[in-house]
């Protein structure tokens, strides 16, 4: 069982309009026949799930679930025993190094929600191109590039972040700490990923741009997640950060009268010449 403050990705991962896209994002990749399949920064395994609910022969497939945190894993091995009996393999690593961790060469290497994460896109994606098979594909999805923020969801940030630092401030008498831009803040263009792509002879084959109107219980859980809150408010402790920020959440839907906003997601699958 997962506390509802054990600051994991479990509980926003399990929010309907995430897994939705999620597996939009994985029916684009068209898994069925494939039979070597990476999840990347698979976190506490939502996508290794809708990866194996996919396949047309679960037990001549493997899923390799790749993720660089050992609570992560532990909890998606957690969440997936007992689904179908495809071998998932679970491998403790960072995802720039995926080539070495793999003994052969893979048809599909799914990333959701991570791309952002990763400082040296270009040396990622020279891995990623070795460890495929030719032909194979690259599927990958992200909420922070240049366009997924809505114009009109501008105004909910400045004033979540502004009533959660107030709150900080006044509730625990604490302030984040400045810190170096952090890496998902630096948004590259669609542009910039098609360029990044085909340099490592990968061409896109399908792209797909949706925008989501996420409910407030998609910000208070991603307002529980650790990766999120140490972005967000650096150097704060998760706990107060938290529930800063949750605060922040429900302030601000009140004073705008809103009950969703709006945010895109980038979808893209890629192919190795
Ligand atoms: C936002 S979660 C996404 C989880 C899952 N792919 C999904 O879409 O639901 C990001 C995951 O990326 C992992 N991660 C971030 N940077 C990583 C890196 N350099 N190497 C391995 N895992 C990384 C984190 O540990 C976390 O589990």
Sequence with gaps: MTSSSDFSFSKFSQNSFY???NAHLVDMADLGGDKRIVDLACGTGGVTGLIVER?????ESVVIAVD?????LKQAMENLKGGRDSAIQFVHSQVEG??????????????CNAIHYIPDKDALLADISKSL?????????????EGSHPPESLEYYRKWMFKSIRTLRREYGLRPIRS??????????VEQYRELLEKQGLTIVRQEIDTVQVPIEGWLDISGFSDFIEGTLPGVPLEEASAALQSGVHQT??????????RSWLGVVAVRS
């Design 55 to 59: 396949l047309h022969d679960a037990c």
């Design 68 to 72: 660089h945190s050992a609570s992560a």
């Design 19 to 21: 897994e939705v896209l």
């Design 253 to 262: 839907f009140a004073e705008m009268n809103i009950t969703h906003v709006p």
């Design 98 to 111: 995926l080539s070495d961790s793999l003994k052969e060469s893979v048809d599909t290497v799914v990333f």
């Design 180 to 189: 170096e831009k952090v890496e998902s803040r630096r948004q590259l263009t």
């Design 133 to 145: 098979n030719p032909g194979g594909k690259f599927a990958f999805n992200t909420s922070f590039f």
